[in-house]
DNA sequence: GTCTATAAGCAGATAGAC
DNA sequence: GTCTATCTGCTTATAGAC
């Protein structure tokens, strides 16, 4: 419509590059140190803009936040009860390999922003009935949940902790030894008599 | 020495008190919000005391911070490879029953707050060569990390995410569940071929 | 459209009155 | 010894100049 001397990248596309770049050095940020000591002043410097821009595009910083954690919700590949296991142990592959930063931003603040539980705590929870879904016999609920704790803490010791014994382990060495306990509490029995009485 | 009037409780006693009480309540919002989230201010009115008189005790932030986590460092009672399962068991029940308010303060903040982050991986990492230490085979240190990760995953579900499927669960019945697969991870063989390759 | 300047609020910490 | 008043610094957020 007008005589612009047509720029390799419009405005808008330059916006949102822009946008996309503030939101990745974000996302590093609140990886790193999480919601509370991560600062829009921090992420403008990273990404090379003014701190004003930041808000400019995203409002607030608790929006910013949420755009930066918005990617991340998995599924566990659906199946028949047969194959359980062996989705889980893929799963482990999975979660073992690079976690996308989208992912870490949200685990990083799990524990300390309330919005961030309730998004961890609502993906564990479809999880968790998912993975129930599958498994038989009553115990199904918390058979579920001792799995996908397991699932978690592994993820959590690796990625979070950076636990020595857990950081540079292939992850199939991982899932291999996982194997025999995820089949147990997938399908074995419950052993009576835990506390001995 | 002097002629005061003793009263019921001297002045040391009071001041040991109000600060075990300053303490006490610090934990709780620590253990509730995590350290960021937490305030000087806020610790002072649920003690009932004049948050000058906080900073008079601890002299900061920090300080108050490491003197309500300080307590919290468990041990995995001592014996051989034989009854390790049970021992881990044992180990579980603690740590799903009651929590002392200074180990969930503790980790609340594990993921955020720099100085927590080093006091669970050091605390984790005393555990894991304690365990390793009486798992035999090469892949002692792997099992025992992965024995650990699950622990920890389920503690975590339980106190702090306060999921549905772990919360109003008996300890033994959880304990009951996860020997099979504790014993698969201390004394199984593992299994090749995770990838299907 | 982008940045400068600044407002407004809240935190931890301090100095000094009582 | 305890509290009042305040300082200093840092944050998010905004208003307005360029």
Redesign the pocket.
Known sequence: MEEAATPRLT?SQ??RR?EERILARARELFAESGYER????AVAARAG?????V??YF????ELFRRAVAVSTEEVADGGPERLVERLLAAVGVKLGEQPPSSLALLRSMLTHPEATEHVRTSISGQLAHIQATIPGEDAELRAALIVATLFGVTLGRHLLDLDALRDVPPERIAALLRPAFTALAEGQATSDATGR
Chains 1, 2 share one sequence.
């Open positions: 405005r330059r916006r822009t991560t600062t829009i002043r803009v003014d701190p004003a821009l808000m400019q409002g607030a910083k608790d």
